[in-house]
């Protein structure tokens, strides 16, 4: 059974502070993997995707670590709007019928002004 | 493209009643997806769609049913709806590729009373 495991939280973090959280897969074939983020009662919304060389998109850095199956999420200078559910997403587009996704529980973070 | 539709928004059930939960998708997409999320938990996956006429169980298919009789469409029917089935659904469908994000609905609120 594939997993993905995630730090619920709550992380309290002060606004204009550095946070970042972790998610573990254990499927080392997977292929692709993202970061969600989930507003309360609302549809997830792709934050960004994780690429094997680490990316970055403004205040949020991702970095993939195969070799330890993990995928990281920094976010710099948070803002009150930073504060959200996280979700981890691996995908393993391997065809032959499989669901091919595996969601983390989510970790919630909070950014306290 | 109008995206992943999902209606109704909210619902209130009896218990017992049935209802069905449209899922719409423009994308030509082959994967469809349905999750339902309790207050403060993760997502847990319904039942899934690799394409037109195919199906399958997820982590939770009790007291569900679908079909896949096209590749736009993805209903979820309750037959005997029971309180342990108030939560929020989201539909959802993918292309079924590396780095390919997946698409959500914006979510039915649904209460079994």
């Known amino acids: 059974r594939k997993e993905v495991e995630q730090d619920p939280g709550p992380f309290n973090v002060p606004e204009g502070a550095t946070v970042a959280f972790n998610c573990t897969y254990s499927?080392?074939?997977?292929?692709?993997f993202f970061w969600y983020r989930q507003d309360c009662r609302k549809e997830p919304k792709l934050l960004m995707s994780?690429?094997?060389s680490g990316n970055e998109d403004g205040r949020f850095t991702a970095q993939l670590n195969r070799a330890s199956q993990y995928i990281s999420l920094l976010i710099r200078d948070s803002k009150l709007s930073d504060s959200a559910t996280y979700l981890c997403?691996?995908?393993?587009?391997?065809?032959?019928?499989?669901?091919?996704?595996?969601f983390g529980k989510g970790t919630h973070l909070i950014i306290q002004p | 493209n109008a995206g992943v539709t999902q209606t109704p928004k909210f619902r209130i059930l009896k218990i017992g009643q049935s209802m069905t939960l449209q899922c719409a998708q423009d994308?030509?997409?082959?994967?469809m997806y349905w999750y339902r999320q309790d207050p403060g938990m993760g997502l847990k996956l319904i039942y899934y769609?690799?394409?037109?006429?195919?199906?399958d169980k997820g982590e939770v298919p009790n007291g569900y049913n679908v079909s896949r009789s096209t590749t736009e469409d993805f209903p979820l029917r309750l037959e005997l709806a029971a309180p342990s089935q108030t939560s929020v659904y989201f539909c959802?469908?993918?292309?079924?590729?590396?780095?390919?994000?997946?698409?959500f609905g914006s979510g039915t609120q649904l209460s079994v009373l």
């Open positions: 997403v691996v995908m393993d587009y391997s065809g032959g019928g499989a669901d091919g996704l595996t």
């Open positions: 499927n080392s074939a997977s292929q692709s």
């Open positions: 994780v690429y094997s």
């Open positions: 994308m030509n997409h082959n994967y």
């Open positions: 769609s690799v394409g037109a006429g195919i199906t």
């Open positions: 959802a469908s993918w292309v079924g590729a590396d780095n390919e994000k997946l698409f």
